[in-house]
Structure formats: C-alpha cells, structure tokens
C-alpha cells in the first residue's frame, strides 16, 4: 500500500450562513497577514448574502491553519452593487511598500484591492 502524501489537517470554519453560499469557491494561503511568523489562508463566498460575497481570512499557526476565522470581508461593507465577491483571489505582494501582503478580490465586473 502506497502513503499518501497529504492528510487531514483541520477543517476551516464559515460564518453561519445559508446554504450554497460556495464557501471555498476561490481560496489563496497568503504570505503572513498579522506578522505573526505564519503563513495565511484566505477563502472566498461569492454567493453569501444574496450573491454579494465575502471573504474570509484565517491566520496560520504553526503546521496548520486556525480553524475560526479572524477577519470577514463583506462586499456590502466595501461597495454598494459588488456582485459574487470572493470568485476570485490574488495576494503575493505589498503594493504600497506598508510590509504587508494587499489582496485582490475579484467581483462580477469589477476587482477591488484590499490594503
């Protein structure tokens, strides 16, 4: 019998929200957010609240990822009119040279950075 190289390492946790909202639809591990030695993860919703989205971020810690999300970006707190925020995820570099990661989201018809 073959090992597998990957295993089970936790399961990452939504805000309660109804169904089919594609939670993971788009998801990113993201160069250390809060500086605290750890990789990130962040992980797209572009169904939640009525198609307008959100994203999640969780912090890594140590071999793995915090199962509790730390931060919930909705597109109604950004933009009113986003649409199926959370379909898409980019964030390599710091664009504005703060030392910190910017994230791009993409949206229908639209992306917005996030500093």
């Given at each position: 019998?073959?090992?597998?190289?990957?295993?089970?390492?936790?399961?990452?946790?939504?805000?309660?929200?109804?169904?089919?909202?594609?939670?993971g639809?788009?998801?990113?591990?993201?160069?250390?957010?809060?500086?605290?030695?750890?990789?990130?993860?962040v992980?797209?919703?572009?169904?939640?609240?009525?198609?307008?989205?959100?994203?999640?971020?969780?912090?890594?810690?140590?071999?793995?990822?915090?199962p509790?999300?730390?931060?919930r970006?909705?597109?109604?707190?950004?933009?009113?009119?986003?649409?199926?925020?959370?379909?898409?995820?980019?964030?390599?570099?710091?664009?504005d040279g703060d030392?910190?990661v910017?994230?791009?989201?993409?949206?229908?018809?639209?992306?917005?950075?996030?500093?």
């Amino acid at each position: 019998m073959e090992k597998s190289l990957l295993t089970l390492n936790g399961t990452l946790l939504p805000d309660p929200k109804p169904q089919d909202a594609r939670f993971g639809y788009a998801i990113l591990a993201v160069p250390d957010l809060n500086h605290d030695s750890f990789n990130d993860v962040v992980v797209g919703a572009p169904l939640e609240d009525n198609h307008q989205g959100a994203v999640y971020l969780y912090h890594g810690y140590r071999t793995t990822v915090l199962p509790r999300f730390k931060q919930r970006i909705e597109s109604t707190a950004l933009r009113l009119g986003l649409r199926y925020f959370g379909r898409s995820l980019d964030g390599q570099i710091d664009m504005d040279g703060d030392g910190l990661v910017d994230l791009a989201v993409g949206a229908q018809d639209a992306a917005v950075v996030l500093r």
